[in-house]
């Protein structure tokens, strides 16, 4: 176990500030909702406060995209975990869209530059290049060369002279390290001259995240910065731009990044990644909070996986965040979703079946009181075995219409031969002889009676009578199964279904 730096370890008593901070380039990722809902874990056990700010500087029309934000705030109400402030509900910083900040990243910036702690660059972008192509030809890393950073006045103004535009970079000190506590990987120490003086201020005018989220950060007074360990070689920065404003750095405190089962970084290859597909495959909130929750947290209890939202939070700590990769394993969050399916509660999980139905035409978009009475009985015998809500159609479908033929399974086992047609037509006898309302233990008499008068054990009538109502061989319970049905359609696919049954060849002629 790795040793936390002392300096670092909070109480429970302290009332910590975290922030959520995504930028509308792109619909949110399961990453992204995994690091929210750490810091809403958190600030709920601590009583702090959980912010979420817009980070919307990059308006590259090929990247920025309105209707992100949209969904950004979908995904989080989606699991419960809507900020105490952020834009659709400000607190007392200010704004929390970075687009309506830009004159308090200038000042910074300003200030930085009157300090000597950044500097106007006015490189060009092909002599950028050229420094780029020389160093790989040189077998050296790519950085910045601070050919800019000791420019005299005259230099300068020649400079602008020319019409020459100018990014602000920050001033990295040229000797010794950079050191900073990190609450997951505990101390690290950076050398500077491996540190390259990042833009904080493009030749537009904008700030890059290197500025403004440090900035924000500090003036929203967030006290622990959880974010995932690819910033880590950005860390360095971040904190010499708070040491040279004077600042207090916050904790940083990163996450492992999240894997695909075959332990490499995520992406669409291993399945679906945008949050918003996942809410419209039909993952239930609460499965999705409990699922990300264990993406790299431990409650330490065993092998413990099903926890409510309120035992999470009443266990929850950045310590017990894992240095190891989260590995989002499909068939486990499938499975999870599944449990947390069966149980729901049985009108809540009618309503949340009824869109995916309605979808597949089985309902009509507007739901009459018959269709909604009719789904009542439906969905509690399809909840077994469905995994995902958009599972529910292709799980429900012989309720709605009647198969046309057997499938492999069913045709070979149960109906390949005549003795089906005994089976089906002493079900059919004691269907008929049975009350017009068709319950379950009506149902469950009816094969009783079926089995006797085939000299068979019910067993082969069950199964036969399933294949021939649902097209099947598996599915749900055969009597609750014909009471949903009712007795008229029953008959009507026993009737269907003797057709289907394949006559046995004629014994061959022997001379």
């Known amino acids: 176990m790795h040793i936390r730096p002392e300096a670092y370890v909070y109480s429970t008593r302290m009332k910590l500030r975290v922030r959520y901070a995504p930028s509308p380039t792109g619909s949110p990722h399961v990453g992204n909702l995994r690091t929210a809902l750490f810091d809403w874990l958190i600030a709920r056990r601590t009583g702090g406060t959980f912010i979420a700010r817009l980070e919307d500087t990059d308006r590259d029309p090929a990247r920025y995209k309105p209707q992100f934000i949209g969904e950004i705030a979908e995904s989080l109400r989606y699991l419960g975990i809507e900020p105490d402030e952020w834009w659709e509900s400000p607190g007392e910083f200010g704004a929390y869209l970075q687009s309506d900040r830009l004159d308090r990243y200038r000042e910074v910036a300003e200030q930085l530059i009157a300090s000597g702690k950044a500097y106007r660059c006015y490189c060009t972008r092909e002599e950028l290049q050229a420094i780029r192509e020389e160093q790989i030809a040189k077998g050296l890393p790519t950085s910045y060369d601070r050919r800019h950073r000791h420019l005299t006045t005259e230099e300068r103004e020649n400079f602008e002279a020319e019409g020459r535009s100018f990014v602000v970079r920050l001033a990295i000190p040229l000797e010794g390290c950079t050191e900073y506590d990190d609450l997951v990987y505990g101390h690290i120490s950076v050398e500077n001259r491996v540190v390259e003086d990042v833009v904080l201020l493009k030749s537009t005018g904008w700030p890059t995240y290197h500025l403004a989220a440090m900035v924000d950060d500090h003036d929203m007074q967030i006290t622990h910065v959880i974010r995932g360990e690819d910033w880590m070689p950005s860390t360095p920065q971040h904190v010499q731009l708070h040491r040279s404003m004077g600042w207090t750095p916050p904790v940083w405190v990163h996450v492992p990044l999240i894997l695909g089962t075959d332990r490499k970084k995520l992406s669409k290859r291993h399945g679906s990644t945008q949050f918003l597909d996942f809410i419209r495959e039909g993952y239930l909130p609460e499965a999705m909070f409990n699922f990300l929750a264990l993406l790299g947290w431990s409650p330490g209890e065993g092998d413990r996986e099903i926890m409510s939202a309120e035992e999470i939070s009443s266990a929850f700590s950045l310590e017990a965040i894992s240095r190891n990769p989260a590995v989002l394993d499909y068939d486990k969050l499938r499975w999870m979703n599944g449990e947390y399916i069966r149980k729901c509660e049985p009108d809540r999980l009618v309503q949340l079946c009824v869109p995916y ?100 054990e019910r067993g082969p009538v069950i199964h036969t009578l399933r294949t021939a109502l649902t097209g099947r061989t598996v ?4 009597f609750e199964l014909m009471a949903v049905l009712g007795r008229d359609e029953v008959l009507s696919r026993i009737a269907t279904a003797l057709t289907w049954v394949q006559p046995e060849p004629e014994p061959s002629e022997t001379v």
Do not use: H, N
């Open 357 to 456: 139905l309605a979808r597949a035409g089985f309902v009509s978009e507007s739901v009459s009181e018959d269709e909604a009475a009719y789904v009542a009985k439906v969905v509690p015998l399809i909840a077994e075995r469905m995994k995902c809500l958009s599972e529910a159609p292709a799980q429900a479908d012989f309720f709605f219409r009647a198969p046309q033929a057997p499938d492999d399974k069913g045709r070979k086992k149960w109906f390949s031969s005549g003795r089906a047609t005994l089976l089906l037509e002493s079900a059919r006898g004691a269907i008929m002889r049975s009350s017009d309302s068709l319950t379950i233990e009506a149902a469950e008499q009816a094969i009783d009676e079926a089995a006797k008068a085939a000299g068979v």
């Open 475 to 478: 599915g749900p319970g055969l």
